[in-house]
């Protein structure tokens, strides 16, 4: 067990010691996507959505999302991120809005988790002031996109992104 970093040799949980790492730039960008029906997506798409504006309420909350993973996710380092974005992109043929989030900082460890929480979070907010009108409503495809920076270096997903 001790190949996995935040494993001990005798088996206990632990958070990872990143004292004697380089602070390096480091990027991650993620994304989700969010399933619905017609009238929903073009709800959204024209700002009729009786809760208000989908796509600001749910950027706002991915933002403070990322910026708040260390309180979600057990064993990740508080990090002062130096930069967060999420932006939306709607598929009007699919009635599908894919959700981008990306994350910067220069640090000691890794940012995925905060690109990966912004999206879906995101996600659930944009679901929850839809509910309303589509219970229906599915996220899929969480997952990370892009990351550079630190040992392990660059990853892109290749084109078998779900």
């Known amino acids: 067990m001790t190949d996995l970093t935040h494993i001990d040799c005798e088996g206990r949980v632990r958070m990872v010691d990143v004292t004697e790492k380089a602070p390096t730039a480091r990027t991650a960008v993620a994304q989700a996507v969010v399933h619905m029906n017609v009238n929903t997506f073009q709800r959204i798409i024209s700002g009729t959505m009786a809760k208000g504006n989908v796509f600001?309420?749910?950027?706002?909350?991915?933002?403070?999302?990322?910026?708040?993973?260390?309180?979600?996710i057990p064993m990740c380092h508080p990090l002062n991120l130096t930069h967060v974005k999420v932006d939306f992109f709607p598929d009007d043929g699919h009635h599908t809005i894919r959700i981008e989030g990306s994350a910067k900082i220069v640090d000691q460890t890794g940012i995925e988790m905060e690109a990966l929480t912004a999206v879906s979070v995101a996600a659930l907010t944009l679901y929850d002031m839809c509910k309303a009108i589509d219970k229906s409503m599915i996220i899929t495809d969480i997952c990370l996109l892009k990351?550079?920076?630190?040992?392990?270096?660059?990853?892109?997903?290749?084109?078998?992104?779900?």
């Open 56 to 72: 600001e309420t749910a950027r706002i909350a991915g933002v403070m999302a990322a910026k708040k993973t260390s309180d979600l």
């Open 147 to 162: 990351k550079t920076g630190g040992k392990s270096g660059t990853f892109l997903r290749e084109n078998d992104a779900p």
